[in-house]
């Protein structure tokens, strides 16, 4: 069966720390890749999204995602997180348009002021 | 981006009882999820509802605990029945539009005592 891994259940950087966050999956064909954010108290929002192209994908709120097909990955990264930026995050895959997304476990981000 | 509303936003139930969450999307959808979160935890899929045919569920859940109705494109509805606390949970109704993306609302805070 298809799993998502997010190996960092808590993360807990400075403001100004660069920022990476692991999410593998298992799956060995075409794959639709996706980030969502939920701030405290808020709702899940997608940050960014991969669906063929460019494996380095850009998002909202200087975040990005680079695909790489040989490792199964898709980490998320920014160079200078923020306060703001305290929230957990969700990587998300799915195998074709029809299938359910398979979500991971979240990462928890803390960022200290 | 599709803009989701759930009712009620939050409730407080009795042990036995059942509850109906509406869920309405500004905008027609083919694929409709619902989605449990327990506080801190990742989504966890209830089941798949598209306009036209039964829910599909997923390992765990039934039609006699959770029934939904999708009468149309920009509807669908989930009954919590006979409750329990173990059902206290965020739920969640989040529509994939036809570009593959899925947006999510607020939810529905739902308690148990």
């Known amino acids: 069966a298809q799993s998502v891994s997010q190996h960092n259940h808590h993360v807990i950087l400075s403001e100004a720390a660069s920022l990476e966050l692991g999410c593998n999956y298992s799956?060995?064909?075409?794959?639709?890749l996706f980030w969502y954010v939920q701030y405290p108290g808020q709702h899940l929002q997608l940050l960014l999204k991969?669906?063929?192209?460019d494996p380095l994908v850009k998002g909202i709120k200087g975040f990005e995602a680079e695909f790489i097909k040989s490792k199964f990955s898709f980490n998320l990264r920014k160079p200078s997180v923020q306060w703001s930026d305290t929230a957990e995050y969700f990587c998300?895959?799915?195998?074709?348009?029809?299938?359910?997304?398979?979500w991971g476990a979240g990462t928890k981000l803390i960022i200290k002021p | 981006s599709a803009v989701i509303s759930q009712k009620p936003s939050r409730d407080i139930c009795q042990r036995g009882t059942s509850l109906t969450i509406q869920c309405q999307v500004d905008?027609?959808?083919?694929?409709m999820f619902w989605y449990r979160q327990q506080p801190g935890q990742s989504l966890t899929l209830i089941a798949t509802?598209?306009?036209?045919?039964?829910?599909?569920?997923e390992s765990g859940f039934v039609i006699d605990k959770f029934p939904i109705s999708r009468p149309n494109l920009t509807f669908s509805t989930l009954t919590v029945s006979n409750m329990s606390p173990e059902d206290s949970s965020i739920y969640l109704c989040?529509?994939?539009?036809?570009?593959?993306?899925?947006?999510f609302g607020p939810g529905t805070r739902l308690t148990v005592l």
């Open positions: 991969y669906f063929s192209g």
């Open positions: 905008s027609q959808v083919t694929m």
């Open positions: 998300a895959v799915n195998v074709n348009s029809n299938y359910q997304l398979i």
């Open positions: 509802a598209n306009q036209g045919s039964e829910a599909t569920y």
């Open positions: 989040s529509p994939r539009d036809r570009h593959n993306e899925q947006f």
């Open positions: 799956y060995g064909g075409t794959v639709n």
